[in-house]
């Protein structure tokens, strides 16, 4: 009798573990422009293709020409009294600082100059450094943690939110380089959004796959390059040399003190006056919801808006990151899909809190102290720039993994 051999093909692709709910799976080739999601949490595990290095390197140069004119020069006027007063982004955070706000400016200064020019130095670094021979492994991860403190594009609304405050007592009138922020905040938002991590780690580092049908226990993803595979002799990742562990250490104990810092920020944030304006001698003192109510007197929508970005956003974080611990804490597993959602959703509209912040230092370099009419931050800025801060941090600490251990490997989970 003849023996028939009955041949299985091996998959085409490659293990991966999803870095959010650390389901092992297999990662098939994506082609161009195809993405791939976790089957169990529908997380975004892999792009397709992106732009490459060349292409994010054309970017950044034209965002280096603009950068010049986009910090020095006038964003926006005032005329007040017969005097043109221009305001900059650099001026306003000089003004912070002088002012006894150093550490809030410095806020503001690294939202709106370090974090862009950190990106468009490290983009152009790795264009150089492949040529070179240079080690690109510590740049490439300092950039999966610099995406969501670039924020131009709340700067930009924080500007318009400022002429809108500031024309009830002066006309206001755009600057010579408005035009030129405006352009640099867009190729900020479009080098983020086709700047793939993951991609350049493969083009600068590639790294073979772990054969199939091996022992997939000691799998384990990297949560620096997102690279799945086995530790090298001293534990690390073979790729980016980042130690690999079964789950962040201390992740819990550093949310819970981000999130306990923020909340008690957060009081003397909202009590205490974040704005002061002076008119002919006279001392007028807003706290963050007298302000918006103010402006809510002229304009709803915009109110609206400083209204959520101020005083709606950080509550919600609060709430929903101590909903998530609270839950990790106690094993619930009820609602996982809602909470890996929710979990999602703050860490998107986070940054979205630095609004008010930019408020201030767009308002503070247009209305001078010298001036009849003049305009300071209080002492709620520091307050709450730092608990925006330390809320994105205690998400971006919290290892989200943690929040499926609570179910059993073939537990059934619904929504």
């Not at 479009?190 to 049908?213: D, K, S």
């Not at 809510?296 to 950080?314: E, K, M």
Request: proline share 5%; aromatic share 8%.
């Amino acid at each position: 009798m003849k023996i028939k051999h009955i041949h299985y093909a091996l998959p085409q692709g490659r293990y991966q573990r999803c870095a959010q709910c650390d389901t092992l799976f297999i990662l098939p080739t994506l082609h161009q422009n195809q993405d791939a999601f976790c089957p169990r949490c529908r997380a975004k595990v892999a792009h397709g293709h992106e732009w490459t290095i060349n292409q994010l390197a054309i970017l950044a140069l034209t965002m280096v020409v603009l950068m010049p004119f986009a910090y020095g020069e006038p964003l926006i006027s005032i005329r007040l009294l017969g005097t043109s007063i221009n305001a900059t982004l650099v001026h306003g955070i000089w003004q912070m600082a002088i002012q006894g706000q150093p550490i809030t400016a410095s806020m503001v200064a690294f939202c709106t100059v370090g974090a862009p020019c950190t990106l468009v130095i490290a983009i152009l670094y790795l264009n150089v450094g492949e040529r070179l021979g240079m080690n690109l492994r510590p740049v490439l991860l300092m950039l999966t943690r610099l995406k969501e403190w670039v924020m131009l594009d709340i700067y930009l609304i924080g500007m318009a939110v400022a002429a809108i405050k500031v024309k009830d007592y002066a006309d206001v009138d755009t600057g010579l380089a408005l035009p030129a922020f405006i352009a640099l905040a867009l190729l900020s938002v479009v080098t983020m959004t086709h700047l793939n991590i993951g991609q350049l780690w493969e083009h600068f580092y590639p790294e073979p796959a772990p054969p199939f049908r091996t022992n997939t226990a000691g799998l384990k993803v990297c949560l620096g390059c997102n690279f799945t595979g086995y530790a090298d002799e001293r534990g690390r990742c073979p790729r980016c040399h980042t130690p690999l562990r079964l789950r962040r250490r201390q992740s819990l104990q550093k949310s819970w003190a981000a999130l306990i810092a923020s909340v008690v920020l957060l009081i003397p944030a909202n009590l205490l006056p974040i704005s002061i304006i002076y008119i002919n001698g006279s001392r007028n003192e807003s706290t963050i919801l007298s302000a918006i109510g103010s402006l809510a007197n002229d304009n709803i929508p915009v109110a609206a808006v400083v209204f959520i970005a101020s005083i709606l956003v950080p509550f919600i974080k609060v709430i929903v990151l101590l909903t998530l611990l609270l839950s990790i804490h106690f094993k619930v597993r009820q609602g996982l899909k809602t909470r890996i959602r929710l979990l999602r959703f703050v860490s998107w509209i986070g940054r979205w809190s630095m609004l008010d912040l930019f408020v201030i230092s767009i308002t503070m370099s247009l209305v001078d102290r010298d001036q009849l009419l003049a305009f300071t931050m209080g002492p709620a800025a520091f307050y709450f720039g730092s608990a925006v801060i330390l809320t994105i941090l205690a998400v971006e600490w919290l290892d989200s993994r943690l929040i499926w251990d609570a179910h059993a490997a073939n537990a059934d989970y619904t929504d």
